[in-house]
């Protein structure tokens, strides 16, 4: 298989080091996660994992404080960041992740507006733990995997902080600066601890590598020309073996409305642009508040006891377009209608997990309990109060049982079921003037799925692990982009087809070595859905949903190696390939395109310590050429790559920190990946060009 020969070359190259390298295996520490419900040490997860440290967060935001820049960064299977408020089309392994901040879900089952991505500030998360590929550890929802971002912890004494940044770019100070500013109190007096703090940010105008404005998004929403404020504590009190916890976050962003969008020309190569302008209506806007009520108790019963209650209020507003939108357009407004939607949804729910560690005495762990959740999501049209997506709720139920066994020396086996079972509730409601205005009767359709996953870990050596594991994740499709584009008499919610659950098998083979100084990990994956979702964008530029049979299928690979006692290199290296049923036979004959899977990519760079109080790091991100096919074989899109490179150093100065970075080190011009894959002239995006960002913090 020619795919697979760069990254076992790669992996073979790096691996072949060993013998010039003193074996230092029981000097490497495990790192635990808690991604997988509760604490493991990661040699025993047969998944692939990835854990996101404190220190790599925050010299990834002194770069660029994007979430999905930081992510497309470090994970390379994970897809190239929109640059805007908007994160649809960004993937994990082709398919929806699930975004989660300490465990509370933040994307939307029933209709994803593509704003998960932007739901907390960057500075208030310590840590970031993904599990590539499909699986049913949350719930609902985590098709292409799960990203949990794990808030900051209280200090166990007085600690405070104050971080300052800001940024600009050569072609206009003024317009393109950013500013940020970020303060936080720590603190644990007798058995209560308490950590709090307050986030604003105001970002200016960005330039490509050719000096010209990158164009606005001013429908889907875009950062550029926003201010965000974000507000979080988190306080818990601990006695005995227990302990309770309460976290709020508070985060809101809202575009300024200031600079209106400027069509580009796709087939001529001009990029879309932005001039100073007022805009109609509200600016594109997040608000967002999640709470989750802790409870952990370690010697309940003789096990581990976990209850969550959660939260999240969420109300994402987007932008009205200059000209008025055909989909939006109804003969009782008048002829020339500017509107614009809010997607709402309020999800309530509780996770209960207990844990016990080697049954009647045998080498056998178990973890079980149940999950609750209900989701009521909304889409009216904000100036005149239509519904677009009727209000739906969605209930779920689910128990679960996962068992571990450790009883063959090196080996670790796991197995796990998971019944999910959920009803979906939706009035009759009469669809836009512009979908015909059909009437759809509602109804109550339950579904239900029994979901299994199996895994394994062996330690072949000191240094060698392999592992395996096969997954099945339970998913809602679009169903807000689904109810409001009915366009036909006559039709019911009880026997709508469109409305049957997502259901992703996925498969994963992983190769792992590990010594005191080399890192490397090779793993393929393969997910399948028999009747799954892909977007459609329809000629309005509004994407629909089409649910037919996918296939995905990839390569991950991972490698570091410590070359001196303070030069470090990393390698990251990623391609996929999908493909979809176009025709309805069963057969997957057409390439999936770049609003549905990521595209292959390369990541390399090299950290260095220069002294005490100097570390640098140099990045290069490589997205690699690709041709989309039907299924005639005919292409019908294609991408151009680009490469970026990115150059950052801390310095410990002043009693505190600072930071220097320079983002597109080489001022590429290049046209995002999203925009070169969803090609249309309002939204044909550069990406940004060369910026430099300076930060200081200094903790008392």
Do not use: C
């Not at 940024?167 to 950013?178: C, I, K, P, Y």
């Not at 579904?447 to 330690?459: K, M």
């Amino acid at each position: 298989m020619p795919r697979f020969i760069v990254p076992a070359s790669l992996f073979i190259a790096s691996t072949s080091l060993l013998p010039q390298l003193t074996m230092a295996d029981d000097a490497v520490e495990e790192v635990i996660v808690s991604a997988s419900r509760t604490e493991r040490p990661l040699s025993t997860i047969p998944n692939t994992v990835t854990v996101i440290n404190a220190a790599e967060l925050q010299q990834q935001l002194s770069i660029q404080d994007d979430l999905s820049t930081v992510l497309g960064n470090l994970i390379p299977g994970f897809s190239p960041s929109r640059q805007k408020m908007t994160n649809a089309g960004e993937t994990l392994r082709g398919r929806k992740p699930l975004y989660m901040i300490d465990g509370v879900p933040q994307s939307n089952p029933l209709r994803d507006g593509g704003r998960e991505g932007n739901t907390i500030d960057p500075n208030v998360i310590e840590r970031v733990e993904v599990l590539h590929g499909a699986n049913a550890i949350h719930g609902v929802g985590a098709a292409g995997g799960i990203i949990n971002l794990i808030t900051k912890k209280p200090a166990n004494k007085l600690e405070q902080s104050i971080r300052l940044n800001t940024g600009f770019q050569t072609e206009d100070l003024q317009e393109s600066a950013d500013y940020g500013l970020s303060y936080s109190l720590s603190n644990r007096v007798g058995n209560a601890d308490v950590i709090a703090s307050i986030s604003l940010r105001d970002m200016g105008m960005a330039y490509d590598g050719k000096g010209q404005v990158v164009g606005a998004d001013n429908t889907q929403g875009d950062t550029m020309d926003s201010e965000s404020v974000n507000g979080f504590v988190k306080t818990g009190y601990d006695w005995d073996d227990q302990r309770i916890e309460l976290m709020v976050n508070r985060y809101e962003i809202e575009n300024k409305n200031r600079w209106v969008s400027v069509p580009g020309n796709v087939a001529t190569g001009i990029p879309s642009s932005a001039v100073k302008g007022e805009i109609t209506g509200e600016g594109a806007s997040n608000k967002v508040t999640a709470v989750s009520l802790n409870y952990t108790n370690d010697d309940f019963l003789g096990q581990k006891l976990r209850v969550q209650g959660f939260s999240q209020d969420f109300a994402a507003t987007y932008g009205a377009e200059a000209v008025p939108l055909a989909t939006f357009q109804d003969p009782a407004y008048g002829p020339n209608l500017i509107d614009q939607s809010q997607n709402n949804s309020e999800k309530r729910g509780a996770k209960v997990t207990l844990v016990k560690d080697r049954i009647a005495s045998l080498p056998l762990n178990l973890v079980y309990g149940l999950d609750l959740l209900q989701d009521e999501t909304w889409q009216e049209l904000i100036q005149t109060g239509r519904a677009w997506v009727p209000p739906s709720k969605y209930q779920n139920y689910a128990p679960y049982l996962q068992a571990e066994f450790t009883g063959i020396d090196k080996l670790t086996l796991s197995s796990g079921v998971r019944y999910e079972k959920s009803a979906l509730e939706v009035d009759d409601f009469t669809t836009l003037a512009s979908y015909g205005s059909r009437f759809v009767e509602g109804g109550s359709p339950e579904f239900s799925e029994t979901l299994y996953n199996y895994g394994g870990t062996y330690q072949i050596t000191s240094a060698w692990r392999a592992f395996a594991n096969y997954a099945e994740a339970f998913s809602m499709p679009d169903v807000g982009r689904v109810l409001r584009g009915i366009n036909q008499p006559n039709l019911s919610v009880e026997t709508f087809l469109d409305l049957k659950p997502v259901l992703t098998e996925s498969t994963e083979f992983g190769l792992e070595f590990k010594t005191g100084d080399i890192t490397a990990q090779l793993s393929y994956y393969r997910s399948n859905s028999a009747f799954g979702e892909r977007l459609q964008r329809d000629a309005d530029g509004i994407y629909s949903v089409e649910r037919e049979k996918t296939a995905i299928d990839g390569i991950e690979l991972s490698t570091a190696w410590a070359a001196t006692d303070v030069d470090l290199f990393s390698l990251r290296y990623a391609e996929a390939t999908g493909r979809y049923d176009s025709n309805k036979d069963g057969r997957v004959d057409s390439d999936l395109g770049g609003t549905n899977i990521s595209p292959d990519r390369v990541n390399l760079s090299w950290d260095r310590t220069w002294s005490s109080s100097v570390d640098t790091r140099l990045q290069v991100n490589h997205l690699i050429d690709r041709e989309v096919e039907n299924s005639s074989g005919a292409v019908i899109n294609e991408f151009e790559g680009y490469t970026t490179v990115d150059a950052s150093a801390t310095i410990a100065a002043f009693n505190g920190q600072i930071s220097l970075a320079l983002q597109n080190l080489t001022d590429e011009y290049y046209f995002t990946y999203y925009s070169q894959s969803s090609p249309n002239n309002i939204r044909n995006f550069t990406g940004i060009g060369r910026s430099l960002s300076l930060g200081y913090q200094v903790r008392f």
